[in-house]
């Protein structure tokens, strides 16, 4: 189906031309205006990817609430009750699904749901990063996971930043690790250590995804009228830990002058 409306069923058959299968773990990226027009909207959306990923699966949605504004004298604050997230209507969707749970992370978190939803989420406030290891981010790779953009492109693909966490690259985050506060569910509030991204070292991501196509990680069709990629993460941040160890400007934008 290319035009007209677009519905749970027939964005599920695109989904399933693409690539995505029962039992997929997938984190979702996405723009939901790009689809075209879709009856039911962000709810359909999910709705379909939870009918292809099936019972076994789990789809990921990216919550983040990180702001320009963070850093180490003026470090995150996270409240779980209340703070939606700037990542779009299908992830504010997800977070009023009445099975979402939602990681407590003051910058990165994510909301789950299906079978690893729990263990997907569990502590990424005690992540060694927001994007490394203990993340959803890392768990999602290694547990076979994938990545699906809908109508967006890499700039948009927080595993980029799983890799340059893993390959240490200095620009991502301010040195160190910082206190920042975070609110659980019960309304208890705790101070958590975490390095603090900052937002002024433009990116380049979207510039390797020709690259990505060739080393037949990046699979590329349509959902609705939107462009669609879907690849594993394993791959995706294997393949751009080993660009960073070679050239550690790799991600970042031509002319930024600091790393
Ligand atoms: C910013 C971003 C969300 C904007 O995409 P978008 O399609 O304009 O916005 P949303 O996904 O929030 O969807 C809302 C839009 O859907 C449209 N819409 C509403 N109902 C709809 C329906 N039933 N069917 C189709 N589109 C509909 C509306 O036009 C609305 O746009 P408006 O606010 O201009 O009216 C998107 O470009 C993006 O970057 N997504 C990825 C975010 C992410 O994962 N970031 C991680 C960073 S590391």
Redesign the pocket.
Known sequence: MTSGAFTTSSLAEDFRALGLRDGDRVLV??????????????D?VIEALLQVTGPEGTVVF?T?TGASTDTPENPPHFDIRHDTT???????AALQHPRHVRSLHPTHSVAAIGACAEVLTKGHQHAVSPCGHGSPYTRLADMGGRILLI??GH????TF?TAEELAAMPYVSYPGRHDASVVDADGKSMLVRSPIHRWDRPRCFESWNDALVSADIVRCGNVGTAPCRLMESKALTEWLVALLLRNPRGLLAHGTPHI
């Open positions: 990226h996405s723009s939901l205006s790009a689809l075209g027009w879709v009856e039911g909207g962000a359909a990216p983040l700037w990542c779009g209507e299908i992830p504010r109508g967006v700039d948009s693909n927080t930043h």
